[in-house]
């Protein structure tokens, strides 16, 4: 059975915390694993104090959650998290199911329609 899509609203908010191309980077990375700060920090050319509101805002969206590393409790390791990524994927998927019926109906349309320049 499909997932439903979420409300607007969630979607419009995963949306928007992904819509930035570092975010989107750091989704990539953590497709990999859990990663600290400092590792994902070491990819891109800017400040901590960027690299932390990055995280901050996919945190605060729910994309990715922190937790302390076992091996070195001051260290904070950051996962994604599968919920809102299935609530996207759920959303997708009714678009593309709308596209699907409309362009298979135009697709019906347009055959049934004899064509300009053949005679019966």
Do not use: C
Request: aromatic share 6%.
């Amino acid at each position: 059975m499909r997932e439903a899509a979420p409300p607007p609203e969630e979607i419009d908010r995963i949306l928007a915390a992904l819509a930035d191309p570092t975010r989107r980077r750091m989704v990539d990375m953590l497709r990999e694993g859990p990663m600290r700060a400092g590792d994902l920090a070491a990819e891109f050319a800017i400040s901590g104090p960027a690299v932390s509101r990055h995280l901050r805002v996919l945190r605060e969206n729910d994309l990715i959650e922190e937790t302390r590393d076992e091996a070195d409790a001051r260290a904070r390791l950051y996962r994604l998290r599968a919920q809102p990524f299935s609530e996207l994927q759920a959303w997708l998927e009714e678009v593309a199911a709308f596209w699907t019926v409309q362009l298979d109906a135009f697709k019906r349309h347009a055959e049934r329609r004899p064509r300009k320049g053949k005679r019966k």
